[in-house]
């Protein structure tokens, strides 16, 4: 089970001048950013891009409707996007810069807490999963935690590296002592995924929350992790660089452990609940 201690380090804030000293062409990057409302961010966002250019750009809150992709044309990158099927606001996307060539990967089973958008792509030939998803924050986060397992369990294999990235609306900084925060975290535990962000992403007057984040099962000692100080939205942008060359898993028996607490046996026991006997 995870310990608190892992996450008090602290990730550096740096300026756009800054940023060169994290990304280079030969590493591999993702940037991360809550936009909220992306339309009326785009010529801040492409100042963002000048120093970024190499950057895969993960976006969520984009508040694009389904068939608007046309809308979001940038020179040198390819944009992928999933809107909010009923109601306003929402919507997950990417910006894959130029020559880097992605698939979107399906996920069959419904889910009703959170968006997402899945792709694969290559990086020195190995194969990479990127995936950007959305809670909003008034979206039952017992089901959330729950969905997201059953989500995890196919698409986050040990053998293959996944990026999770997005916006959680849930304050990693109460993992000590908010148990809907600490099962989050044991979750992704479960599948070796860690967080690589660890300081505070949306800051207000009154408030300062980590909900924000990039998880991944790559070995996080070989990240170069930053919040960009940038003033976009009221999220702070945020990027990770691979300080080594990827390579493919080379385990054959990768060995799997499971959380055992209150809140995975409530899980477990809902699901024996809802299970049909019948047949």
């Known amino acids: 089970e995870i310990t608190h201690s892992k996450y008090d380090k602290n990730t550096p804030i740096i300026s756009l001048n800054d940023i060169k000293n994290i990304v280079n062409k030969s590493n591999f990057s993702i940037l991360n950013l809550n936009c909220r409302s ?5 010529e801040d966002l492409k100042i963002l891009l000048n120093f970024v250019d190499s950057s895969i750009i993960g976006l969520t809150e984009t508040w694009i409707n389904n068939g608007e992709d046309h809308l979001i044309n940038i020179p040198g990158y390819t944009f992928f996007h999933v809107g909010r099927s009923v109601g306003r606001g929402g919507g997950v996307g990417f910006l ?7 698939s979107i990967v399906n996920y069959r089973a419904k889910v009703s807490t959170f968006e997402y958008l899945m792709l694969k792509t290559k990086y020195h030939n190995t194969s990479i999963k990127l995936c950007m998803i ?19 369990s196919v698409n986050a294999k040990p053998s293959k590296y996944i990026f999770l990235i ?4 849930i304050d990693l900084l109460k993992s000590s002592d908010d148990t809907n925060s600490h099962t989050f975290l044991n979750l992704l535990h479960s599948y070796n995924l860690y967080p690589t962000i660890h300081s505070p992403t949306r800051v207000t007057i009154h408030t300062s ?8 099962n790559f070995p996080t000692t070989n990240i170069i992790s930053a ?3 940038y003033d976009l939205s009221d999220h702070l942008p945020m990027i990770i660089s691979l300080n080594k060359t990827i390579r493919s898993s080379t385990s054959k028996n990768p060995v799997r452990k499971r959380i055992v607490n209150k809140a995975q046996i409530d899980i477990f026991l ?10």
Do not use: A, H, M, Q
């Open 38 to 42: 992306l339309r009326n961010k785009l």
């Open 96 to 102: 894959v810069p130029l020559p880097f060539e992605c």
């Open 134 to 152: 959305y809670r909003p924050p008034n979206y039952c986060i017992k089901t959330f935690l729950n969905e997201l397992s059953d989500f995890l």
């Open 166 to 169: 997005g916006d959680f609306n």
């Open 209 to 216: 929350t980590l909900i924000d984040n990039i998880f991944t």
């Open 227 to 229: 919040i960009i100080s």
């Open 270 to 279: 809902k699901k024996l609940n809802d299970s049909d006997w019948s047949t």
